[in-house]
């Protein structure tokens, strides 16, 4: 029997393209390590190790150390993050270009690494300092009825100092101050000028092309075969100034194009069986038609927002602990948002509505970690002109202009505040203010920076 041509709604689902992550480095850094790097690297781990095993740790010979350091490697989630921050703060500065970055990079973005507590950090800097003469005398401080005890470095002298109450966390400022003000000037501006921040950031590392800092996956649909919904032509201007944002930002990008039902739950099922180790955010922007708590695909039924947040958040064990974004522009509804003081339009044909900029009085709009972002508030359309949406103009400028200086939660807040300053005349119609409001979900634990790529 003859077979017809026949064309394909929907672009074939294909997440392998992804290109693998680079082969782990920790053995290269390991083999720059000495005996006294061990020290130090467990030192400024202490809250993984425990006061009262350092001194035992460290006398131990050197393949200890390094069996005993790996396992507590693998315990955290951001690993090459952590190798960055111990060589950054020991001055590792070679090692640091085994990871794709250098002195001058950690130190602009070293705030933002904070796996170590900052108290031992000030403290391995003030070790750091000290001569074997001078941990001597602070010896003598410390433990004047101890005259005999045996130290290997001062390390030891800080770990037994804590364990034995000669310092302690309400006092260890003050009582390091009055001992160094008086022979050791540099210790004394290290510990007077200590500031233990408030912050805990998610320890993003600054990607290069060799080593993306995530995936960001980017699901565009402009043709729809069902509900009556209309092409959305203007979205894919959309995708592609999401898609040179997160690859400015060093995420490997991929762009799915009108998939039905079935392929968009297999491309988030295919990446959550991914392995995430080596990377530090998860991106999804989904660009539809929507309704209150759902999106559209381009055949098939309508997508709960919700399924695609837990398959990322719940199915994928090497995303534990790591920012999970979603951004979303679709309607939420059928209303439209006229501002507060103005009527609100109960119903409108299912589809992002298209607006010209109006020229009017602006109107206070209504309601001004997985972290979801939605175009619109629940019940209510979202609105696009011939550029493209307002939400995801919006959303794109401010993050490439603010995405590195401020944290994600802050340029959001400005992308809220310019969304919701918009005005628009929906065409062929009488609606003369139309009317935004994204909106948030919100349960990152930590704050988050994006970094630029790395520039080759």
């Known amino acids: 029997m003859a077979t017809s041509d026949v064309k394909v709604d929907a672009i074939p689902v294909v997440v392998n393209d992804i290109p693998e992550p680079p082969p782990h480095i920790l053995d290269e850094v390991m083999h720059k390590l000495t005996e006294n790097d061990y020290r130090s690297i467990f030192f400024l781990l202490i809250e993984k190790i425990k006061l009262n095993n350092f001194s035992f740790l460290i006398w131990k010979d050197e393949k200890y150390m390094q069996d005993k350091f790996r396992n507590i490697y693998y315990e955290f989630r951001y690993r090459e993050a952590l190798l960055i921050e111990i060589l950054g703060t020991m001055q590792k500065y070679e090692s640091l270009k085994l990871l794709g970055t250098c002195k001058h990079i950690f130190e602009r973005d070293k705030e933002t ?15 750091d300092q000290l001569t074997d003469g001078e941990v001597e005398y602070l010896k003598e401080k410390l433990f004047p009825d101890n005259s005999a005890l045996n130290l290997c470095c001062a390390e030891e002298l800080f770990c037994l100092a804590f364990l034995k109450d000669k310092l302690q966390e309400n006092n260890w400022r003050d009582r390091l101050a009055k ?6 000037p540099d210790c004394y501006n290290l510990i007077i000028s200590f500031k233990d921040s408030k912050l805990n950031y998610y320890p993003v590392r ?3 092309k060799l080593s993306p800092c995530g995936i960001a996956v980017i699901m565009n649909h402009v ?3 069902h509900h009556g919904l209309g092409d959305r032509p203007e979205s894919s201007l959309d995708a592609e100034a999401l898609k040179k944002l997160w690859e400015s930002y060093g995420f ?5 194009m009108n998939l039905t039902d079935k392929e968009v739950f297999d491309v988030f099922k295919s990446l959550s069986k991914m392995d995430h180790s080596h990377y530090d955010v998860f991106v999804a922007c ?23 947040l837990d398959i990322m958040s719940n199915d994928c064990e090497t995303l534990v602990g790591k920012p999970k974004l979603f951004f979303v522009q679709a309607c939420q509804g059928r209303q439209i948002q006229t501002g507060i003081g103005n009527r609100v339009i109960s119903e409108y044909p299912r589809s992002e509505t298209r607006v010209r900029p109006s020229r009017l009085t602006k109107n206070a709009a209504f309601r001004s970690d997985v972290l979801m972002y939605n175009s619109s508030i629940e019940g209510y359309v979202s609105f696009r002109e011939g550029r493209g949406s ?9 993050i490439e202009k603010h995405g590195e200086e401020m944290t994600i939660i802050n340029v959001l807040t400005k992308v809220e505040k310019n969304v919701t300053e918009k005005e628009g005349i929906i065409f062929n119609s009488n609606i003369t ?24």
């Not at 490997?252 to 799915?256: G, L």
């Not at 203010?433 to 520039?455: A, F, G």
């Open 113 to 127: 690494f904070t796996q170590i507590n900052s108290k031992w950090k000030c403290l391995y800097e003030v070790c």
């Open 179 to 184: 001992l160094f003000k008086d022979f050791h």
């Open 206 to 208: 600054r990607p290069t």
């Open 223 to 225: 043709k729809f075969y």
């Open 252 to 256: 490997t990008t991929k762009i799915h």
């Open 286 to 308: 989904y660009l539809s038609h929507g309704d209150e708590g759902v999106v559209y695909p381009s055949k098939g039924d309508p997508i709960k927002l919700s399924d695609l």
């Open 390 to 398: 307002w939400f995801i103009s919006e959303l794109v400028t401010e």
């Open 433 to 456: 203010t139309c009317k935004q409001t994204p909106v948030m979900y919100n349960t990152l634990t930590n704050e988050l920076k994006l970094k630029k790529l790395v520039p080759s």
